[in-house]
């Protein structure tokens, strides 16, 4: 099975091009497909649809299968994933032929995009197989591989990346990714192995759907329609919620959420457009409360069988606005799509009320990042005297979360400390993308206890701008939020810190003093006015870290957005934290596959194979 | 030859205590003996040297291979090596016996000292044999695993770590590391492959040595010893030296520097006594100008072909200053030394004199460490300016480099820049000891040419004191140097840098603005008083290194250590670096060892094998 030489010299056999018919090849190197119903997870690829991934993850053998199917193969694919969804620096696994044969490795590209064939494979060949759909690739591969060149599959978002390869290429140093369809997709492929929670047998079901849009033939739209609850509808507990997309639409249905209306308009008129039209009723910038959310390659989501989410009854409000996300990079016209999200619920209430808390930053320009950084980290904190104020005895369980920032957020990390030393991580995404915001379910429940810390931690990058981008709600400045799904559900809606204002000054003072230039700090400019008046340098950019390492806080322990808690609140001193989780180190697999070396070839033949 | 089991099902057989004997066994694996003189490197680890490693270093396949030998074998020996030579969190390679059998494996230590056999074998054992001297172990690693539990293997200082076992253990998991004997000694494993020059055919020697000295019966001993050049005694250049270490004292001899006089003293009083003691004349202290430097572990020194170190002659002092490092842990009494170096020198003076040039920070109170640090930076710049004026057209060819810093230096690195790129590094340690400063060739000569930036970094540990560690002279002062050897001899003999003090006086405005307690800040105070008043905290930290990241130098670009080029030196811009070097990613050897899982069994037997 193995290539002994290069590449390159089965390359110099290829001659005249010659109909190539790739058949079915068991490699069936080591491992054996998983039994029934092995890939539970799927998720199309590109926008035509013409790759689609499924997969399954065995957290035992720490290990992913992959199975890729290509509709309409022509000379080869390639498949992989890199940092943020660049085609550079990227870890692969190619089939590529060269006109006589077909060959499989693990591969990688250098920044230039090059594509190098890796010394140690591991990516593993399973099956390859001709089916009426197209060609079926069965591959496994560790989540880490302790090869420098390879991407560690970590919880969190995952970016695919993949190309298309219409023709052969002599070898694999000669693939010309310039020249090939190629693309990004993002996916959580280490979903939870959690067992589905029990339904209740009065569950009844309610389809929220925008019917019959005409998607519109841009890139980015996000589509809002209002839907409206029966008139004296109950409280009742959502248990459940699954996405209904229109089948054909799959790969440009990219996220769904529904929000819940304030409960202070007795009605919100109905509208179907997209979000950001001229048309749009102003009453549906009041429609924020979330009740369900879903994204691209999610499943079906399920509450805990203790809890549910309360909708309906007095005190709410009847009327829910539904997002659709649509992402049509190709610009398709005329295509027409109803999908929407389909809730599970119950008059028969839970034990628990399932909430929801904000965790992170105030929406405050006092909280800033300098321009021109790879990976500035802003936190916020949900300190021990809010956590001791507002939590039960017993604590609450956070079964779910939703990280959110804006356009120039990286990573996001909202990690348990309690007596001074961090426990535990709450949910962490190193490649965090503002594009692909999921509620995902925690692997494990965590336990928040009256007295504990939350940090929650954000790192952007503001390579691309010129001036500080500052926090707050619009889309050019910046937020850092977790919001935890949890139950029981208790007053505190928001625990969210921000530097002290007073500090802020003092650091504008001090700006002054080093540099220059002035910096306006005179009580009439505005935070965000201060922030675009400092002249960028190593010296300010440290020193504002340094400060938000150091000055005391202001905390908002709120029961609503607006109402705190008793108690005082400003001029908090930071949460002290004496021990750090350690990084895990990456656990090398004990025993390596046996291929280190070349690719594997494919068997490759004529119509009889 | 593997283990299936555990090592305690082996372990649950030990029964009696037999005698052990350890016969002659090769296990013989994989690989061989590399042939004639195969270990060029030798060091005792122990003081007694009942452990002695010798090794070699394969550049070509990335491995050391070690040898060694254990006189007086009885149960067992550890040897690894750790970051900064502790037995905790070390890569170690264990032979021990349970009674009945004996097992070789490679193995690490947790951080509270508990040993654990690695997953992954890396430690490859290739004989195993009893000699008239002792049990001779031969085994191999690479320089580079690729496994997170494992060291790497780099350029600059190892520490190295070793263990005696007297008794047998049941199993590797149960060795009691505090009953143990164990130790650490400090070596360049990776030692340059450079040829050895040709030496002179007129080439004399002299012999600098401290005859019969009366080693103090105490851990630590600097012996000063003066010596003198024969009367009229003319210009040579000295080509090469090597230590001459009396027979049996291999493991106290620890280092031994010659250094010549100022040539301002007509005399200097003759003297042979402890460094520190009361007697010793003042004019010792101006004998500080090193010729020659050796230490534990290294082999002869030897210059350029085409350059020698002036020494003699008009202009030169005719007396030298041996010093001797006795490192005597076990407090031995009445132990004789005459121990010293050999020089190699010639009259036929070669093509360049070599030079001796101070890189690094100027020895100032201006710049500080914070206490309570694990790994806090300074660096010292010699910018383009001072290359630019001071150095010959066709430049200068560094060929070897001794770092220096006092007790808190952990690391230190000289990187050149050019065109505000960094291009090559100058001379590193990771794991550098102020207890072992070796001159050290290096792997590659490095050219600086006229416009060049090199750039010295120190990385200090803090965490014992209570009040900052300002730079300066005093032992428990810092500095930050590297003392580089190069040719043709240039007048410039100083190229440092340090902070602008008047930027310094921001700094302690700043604190005093942000913080309660007040740093004194007028002029009557002297800065280690400023610094010893600063209410350390993480934001007076962060903005201090701030502060030397951003603020003007003044550079010292010097004939002398007095002398300065002509120019403005003071308020120079830090030099702006565009690009740094990436760190080399450890390569993974292509293929591994077969051996991974247990550990390999040794053959025991009865007297006759």
Request: hydrophobic share 35%; proline share 8%; aromatic share 10%.
């Amino acid at each position: 099975m193995q290539v002994p030489g290069s590449v390159r010299e089965a390359a110099s056999m290829y001659g005249t091009a010659v109909a190539i018919f790739l058949v079915i090849l068991v490699a069936a190197l080591q491992g054996s497909v998983p039994a029934e119903s092995p890939f539970p997870y799927h998720i199309p690829l590109d926008p035509e649809g013409t790759l689609e991934l499924s997969w399954n993850v065995s957290y035992v053998q720490e290990t992913v299968h992959f199975q890729l199917l290509v509709r309409e193969f022509k000379a080869g694919v390639l498949f992989g994933m890199s940092d943020r969804g660049e085609l550079e620096n990227a870890d692969l696994v190619v089939l590529w032929t060269n006109g006589d044969s077909a060959y499989f490795g693990d591969a990688w590209s250098d920044p230039n995009g090059l594509i190098h064939l890796d010394s140690q494979q591991d990516y593993q060949l399973l099956q390859a197989q001709r089916t009426p759909e197209g060609l079926t690739l069965l591959f496994k591969r560790p989540f880490s591989t302790c090869d420098p060149r390879d991407y560690l599959i970590e919880d969190g978002t995952v970016h695919l990346v993949y190309g298309i390869l219409e023709q052969p290429f002599p070898s694999l140093e000669a693939i010309n990714t310039s020249v090939l369809q190629t693309g990004l997709q993002r996916v959580q492929l280490l979903k939870p192995n959690i067992p589905t929670p029990a339904l209740p047998s009065d569950m009844l079901t309610m389809e929220i759907r925008a019917p019959d849009v005409l998607v519109p033939g841009q890139e980015t739209t996000y589509w809002c329609y209002i839907s409206e609850l029966p008139d004296g509808f109950a409280r009742h507990h959502i248990v459940m919620y699954e996405p209904i997309v229109t089948k054909g639409n799959e790969a440009i249905v990219h996220h769904m959420e529904i929000f819940q209306c304030a409960a202070e308009f007795d009605s919100v008129p109905r509208f179907s457009g997209p979000c950001d039209s001229k048309m749009k009723p102003d009453r549906l910038n009041y429609c924020r409360h979330v009740l369900a959310a879903w994204a691209l390659g999610a499943k079906a989501f399920y509450y805990p069988e203790e809890a549910g989410l309360a909708f309906g009854g007095p005190g709410s409000s009847r009327f829910l606005r539904l997002e659709v996300h649509y992402h049509n990079p190709l610009k398709i016209q005329g295509r027409r799509d109803s999908s929407g999200i389909r809730l599970y619920y119950t008059a028969t209430l839970r034990r628990f009320n399932a909430g929801i808390m904000e965790l992170g930053l105030v929406y405050t320009p006092v909280m800033a990042v300098p321009p021109q950084e790879m990976a500035f980290v802003l936190t916020g904190y949900c300190t021990d005297k809010c956590t001791q104020m507002a939590l039960p005895p017993s604590g609450i369980h956070i079964f779910a979360s939703q990280l959110h920032t804006h356009l120039t957020g990286r990573k996001v990390v909202t990690v348990l400390a309690r007596d001074g030393r961090e426990r535990q991580i709450v949910n962490r995404d190193d490649h965090y993308s503002p594009h692909f915001q999921e509620i995902r379910m925690l692997k494990k429940v965590v336990s928040v206890h009256p007295g504990d810390v939350l940090i929650t931690s954000c790192t952007y990058n503001t390579e691309d701008r010129t001036l500080a981008t500052v926090g707050g709600f619009g889309i050019l400045q910046e937020m850092c939020v977790n919001y935890v799904h949890y139950y029981p559900q208790t007053p505190l809606e928001l625990c969210k810190s921000a530097v002290d204002t007073g500090f802020l000054q003092k650091y504008f003072h001090l700006v002054n003093r080093f540099n220059s230039e002035e910096v306006c700090t005179c009580p009439q400019a505005s935070v965000p006015e201060q922030f675009a008046s400092v002249p960028w340098n190593s010296f300010n950019r440290d020193v504002l870290k340094a400060l938000y390492d150091f000055a005391p806080i202001s905390m908002h322990c709120n029961k609503s957005s607006a109402v705190r808690f008793q108690g005082e609140w400003s001029l908090q001193p930071l949460p002290e934290i004496i021990s750090k989780l350690e990084e895990p180190a990456p656990r090398c697999p004990a025993s390596r596959g046996p291929s280190s070396g070349g690719p594997t070839m494919v068997s490759i033949g004529g119509g009889k194979g």
